[in-house]
């Protein structure tokens, strides 16, 4: 099975190996689009079969909107017939997310990553009127992203009970680590959960999760492949061993600072990427942090 083909779509509304994909800059801050559409291209070549385009490790926060249609387009335009191109549109304003998931959806966008709405803390109510506000702009298919440690609130259970009854939010990214909540969800409803945390990506699979949309993945793409197809064959164990092995790469890309730091430092370690440029507050890695991820990244076998 070629590296593309990480599993099977049945079930797996957004693909089974997704990046949650950096956004590249020039020297200079600007957005460089000719390195997001090589890096879409090198992910897909890798074994992802979808990218999220704009999430946070994207750095939505300090990208326009002009900014963040301008890289859809250019990644749909480079893997958009072989991958799934999901848009990161969430923001904790609801207005203006229903906004960017219709501009999602003229530019082409196969789906809606939709995170918790951050800093305003909405109660129960307010998180199910938005997820159903955003779901009903488009006709796309819906990811929500429950990550209380960025958002401030969490999705509970009872509110996912009933988003789920909504024909469009099929999925639920989640980075809560509670495993046990997230099966109880997964038995009672028909919503597909991927993985949003990388150190519990096997994990997540063992309880049922379809697949993972992960950091780790830039430089792990054809392994967390590995992992997903082991899985689909019952292969708990080659699963775990693939696990084992990225143990340094996760370490290092998710524990020291942020992922996203540390993701492009990583691509330009591999010379994917030619420079490792964030923009404020974000700052690029150290170039200690870089000695150690160097490191790391021979002992997972990634350099």
């Known amino acids: 099975m070629s590296p593309s083909s990480a599993a099977p779509s049945t079930g797996r509304p957004f693909g089974a190996v997704l990046t949650a994909m950096v956004t590249p800059f020039t020297p200079a801050g600007e957005v460089d689009l000719d390195a997001a559409g090589a890096l879409a291209d090198h992910l897909v070549g890798l074994g992802h079969d979808g990218l999220v385009v704009s999430g946070t490790t994207g750095e939505s926060p300090t990208t326009s909107d002009a900014e963040k249609e301008a890289l859809l387009r250019v990644v749909l335009d480079a893997v958009g017939g072989r991958a ?165 790469a996760v370490t290092a890309i998710m524990t020291r600072t942020q992922g996203a730091i540390m993701a492009k430092a990583a691509l330009e370690l591999q010379g994917v990427l030619t420079n490792r440029t964030m923009r404020l507050p974000l700052v690029p890695a150290t170039d200690e942090q870089v000695s150690a991820l160097r490191t790391d990244l021979v002992a997972a076998g990634l350099l």
């Open 84 to 248: 799934k191109v999901v848009a990161g549109v969430g923001t904790n304003d609801t207005r203006h997310t229903a906004e960017l998931a219709r501009e999602a959806e003229k530019a082409g966008a196969h789906g809606l990553l939709v995170v918790t709405p951050y800093y305003n803390k909405p109660p129960a109510e307010g998180l199910v009127a938005h997820f159903t506000a955003v779901a009903d702009a488009t006709d796309l298919p819906v990811m929500v992203y429950d990550i209380p440690g960025r958002a401030g609130v969490r999705i509970t259970t009872p509110v996912l009970l009933r988003m789920a009854e909504h024909d469009r939010i099929v999925a639920v990214k989640d980075a809560t680590g509670d495993l046990f909540a997230g099966s109880e969800v997964m038995a009672r409803t028909g919503l597909v959960y991927y993985s949003g945390d990388d150190a519990l990506n096997l994990a997540w699979l063992a309880h049922g999760a379809a697949g993972v949309v992960s950091v780790v993945g830039h430089v792990a793409g054809a392994q967390y492949a590995e992992m997903v197809r082991a899985m689909d064959a019952g292969d708990v164990a080659g699963a775990r061993a693939v696990h084992d092995r990225l143990i340094p």
